[in-house]
């Protein structure tokens, strides 16, 4: 079951859903609107491997805003922190920005139960699109779970800004138990 957009209002004023900074007007019939940050980070390394870190460069987005190019991911974040330990947050683009062939996430929609943080956005351009610090450029919308509710722990957890991957860590982790 999905959250209505006044729900969503009831539970944040109640703390069973962080929006960090709140808009009423952000607020939509089942979702709320989040904000690109300011910052971007783009893997430098000719070939990314889950083995190790990978080499990253962090920009701030100019005013006059930037533009993706096809053919690589930009590491973005949302303004707003976000969160709950009740519902299951998704993240969408929103859909003029889907228009415009950027992509919000590449697979990585949900959002585990109890992750507080400002999320990092895998910004993919299908074409050229200049971006904004600050566009809303999603929206988020919030769950019912059913069963037991294990709340989110892991290395993400409390991130503010854009975090390049640490599939490494599971890698590693893998690795000792199977050998």
């Keep these: ?82 969160g709950s330990d009740h519902y299951v947050p998704i993240i969408r683009a929103r859909s003029g920005i889907a228009r415009l062939g950027l992509f919000l996430h590449v697979t990585a929609d949900l959002i585990d139960i109890g992750s507080h943080n400002q999320w990092t956005l895998q910004l993919h351009a299908v074409q050229p699109v200049r971006v904004y610090p600050g566009l809303i450029v999603g929206q988020v919308t919030f769950w019912v779970p059913q069963g037991d509710v294990v709340l989110y722990s892991g290395k993400y957890q409390g991130t503010r800004g854009p975090q390049e991957s640490q599939i490494h860590r599971d890698f590693l982790a893998h690795v000792s138990a199977v050998a």
């Design 1 to 82: 079951m999905i959250l209505t957009g006044p729900e969503i209002v009831r539970q944040h004023k109640t703390g069973r859903i962080t929006l960090d900074p709140f808009f009423p007007e952000h607020v939509n019939p089942n979702s709320y609107n989040f904000r690109l940050g300011p910052t971007l980070k783009i893997y430098t390394d000719e070939v990314l491997d889950v083995r190790r870190p990978n080499a990253v460069r962090e920009v701030v987005i100019p005013e006059r805003g930037m533009v993706l190019e096809p053919g690589r991911i930009y590491l973005g974040s949302t303004v707003e922190v976000m």
